[in-house]
C-alpha cells in the first residue's frame, strides 16, 4: 500500500497521483487540505522524512509570508501551525513501507516505489 497526501490544486501533487495510479499500484489517497493529519500522524511523517517540522513548511504561501515568516517557533508550535493551516504543508508527501518522500522531483517517487 502506498499513501499520498494530496492536495487537488496543485499540479505537482496531481502528476504524482497519476503515476502512481499508471503504476497499478495500491494507492490510499488523503487530501490533505479537507482530511488534516492528525499530531501524531504528521509526527509519524516528519520521522520518516527525516525533517524538522519547519522543513516540512512551504515558506512561499501567502499564510506563512503574512503571519510567519520571522517567528522563531519551536518543533511543537511549527507542527500546531501545520495542523492549523495545512495549505503551508509540503506537497505530495507519498509514503511506502514506513519511508516517505516529498514528491518533487517526481523522480523521488518513481525510486521510492521502485519503478523502472
Not at 519547519?54 to 511549527?78: A, C, M, P, Y
Request: glycine share 6%; hydrophobic share 45%.
Amino acid at each position: 500500500m502506498i499513501k499520498i497526501y494530496h492536495n487537488k490544486n496543485c499540479s505537482k501533487s496531481c502528476n504524482a497521483l497519476e503515476l502512481l495510479q499508471h503504476q497499478a499500484v495500491d494507492i490510499e489517497v488523503q487530501e490533505y487540505l479537507n482530511d488534516v493529519p492528525t499530531r501524531g500522524q504528521l509526527i509519524e511523517l516528519l520521522g520518516q522524512l527525516a525533517l524538522k517540522p519547519l522543513e516540512l513548511i512551504r515558506k512561499g504561501e501567502s499564510v506563512f509570508q503574512e503571519k510567519f515568516q520571522n517567528l522563531h517557533l519551536t518543533d511543537e508550535q511549527w507542527i500546531d501551525v501545520m495542523l492549523e493551516y495545512p495549505i503551508l504543508i509540503e506537497r505530495p508527501i507519498v509514503v511506502k513501507d514506513g519511508v516517505a518522500v516529498i514528491g518533487r522531483p517526481i523522480e523521488k517517487v518513481l525510486a521510492l516505489i521502485g519503478a523502472k
